[in-house]
């Protein structure tokens, strides 16, 4: 036998595992990390879904950190809003109790007592934060003769609670929907303002109020979005090439969002292009849509629920299996401690039984 003969044939490394179309959409639960099978998995979701270009000078925001910021947005906002709430029932209360107290210093000035004494809610009330001034307080004053009105007060109201339907008080981005306005009408993401891309075609007044005040500011950005990058990327160019640095591109748009967040996320019909016949068919005939800078307690709870899809994969029958495992593990590792403690309690005992006997 000679020692070049190779074991075997090389034709075994080219051979393919055929494959069946029946399990074609079956999948491996098992996350083994990256492989060439992920890889280009991702490059023909890029391909397919995104638009990206080497000379790009503006920035980009994935559809999921787009949910995150909504979210916290809300959830910021709904306990600014329950403080304000708290505050204004608060200074309500101040406020009465001084109108009480100047009325009964006003009946006493008129019954005839030239110096009353303070009352004393009107000590605990300046004690707890220079009791808050009124107007109708001050003129009683007035007219008791105890000083005079001053107007220019270094005092401000307490900010009401901003309305149920509109926009989120200091919301930190403006969403821009650069498509044409029937589009807007008949889909767009809640809260996104109508910005078509003919607008910056304009001489004069290109910019919204809302845009000029969001351009460049501290802690604030603006996003531009349509269905599937072909006008946004435009846009987002041109804005950037006329000095907005805090702009960025929602890498997607529609198509992506209706993959991602196929609910809570828009409002309106989602357009043919940017949804699978399945999806469609789900949804079925929706509404035209309506401008809502909000979005519902039901809706950010679907919003939150995908969300967790994408970034933590759920499998119900690896999730009990681990359970599972977990479990036999925990047994196992509680048999076992018990096992050791009896062996070394009869280690114990045996040690000391040979302690009590005579030495021989």
């Known amino acids: 036998m000679s020692l070049n003969r190779s074991i075997g044939s090389a034709q075994y490394m080219k051979k393919r595992i055929p494959k069946n179309e029946k399990y074609q959409h079956v999948k491996t639960r098992l996350d083994t990390g990256c492989s060439l099978t992920k890889y280009l998995e991702k490059l023909e979701d890029i ?33 600014n809003e329950s403080e304000i709430d708290g505050e204004s029932h608060r200074t309500e209360e101040c406020l009465s109790v001084a109108s009480d107290v100047d009325l009964e210093c006003l009946s006493e000035h008129t019954n005839g007592s030239p110096q009353a004494s303070p009352h004393p809610a009107l000590q605990e009330a300046g004690d707890a934060g220079e009791m808050c001034h009124s107007a109708r307080s001050t003129l009683l004053s007035v007219i008791s003769g105890v000083g005079e009105m001053n ?15 509109g926009p ?11 498509r044409d306005r029937d589009q807007y009408d008949c889909c767009h993401i809640i809260g996104a303002h109508s910005f078509p891309i003919a607008t910056l075609s304009r001489t004069m007044n290109p910019y919204t109020k809302d845009v000029l005040e969001y351009k460049n500011a501290a802690g ?32 997607g748009g529609l198509k992506v969002i209706a993959q991602r967040f196929p609910e809570g996320m828009t409002t309106g019909s989602i357009p043919a292009s940017c949804s699978s016949p399945s999806l469609r068919a789900k949804r079925g005939s929706a509404p035209p849509a309506e401008v809502r800078w909000r979005f519902t307690s039901d809706e950010l709870t679907r919003i939150q629920e995908q969300l967790e899809e994408i970034l933590i994969p759920s499998n119900s029958s690896s999730r009990t299996a681990s359970s599972r495992t977990s479990s036999s593990g925990s047994a196992s590792k509680a048999s076992s401690a018990r096992s050791r403690q009896s062996s070394s309690s009869s280690v114990r005992d045996g040690a000391r039984v040979q302690s009590s006997r005579a030495w021989k």
């Open 47 to 79: 391909k397919k879904n995104y638009r990206y270009r080497k000379d790009e000078i503006f920035k980009r925001l994935k559809v999921s950190t787009f949910a995150q910021l909504v979210l916290q947005v809300a959830s910021v906002s709904d306990l």
């Open 151 to 165: 107007v220019d007060q270094n005092h401000r109201s307490a900010p009401g609670p901003q309305p149920a339907d």
């Open 168 to 178: 989120y008080p200091d919301c930190p981005y403006l969403l821009l929907d650069v």
């Open 220 to 251: 604030r950005i603006i996003i531009v979005y349509d269905e599937d990058e072909r006008t946004a990327g435009q846009a987002a160019t041109v804005m950037c090439q006329r000095g907005f640095d805090n702009l960025f591109l929602l890498s």
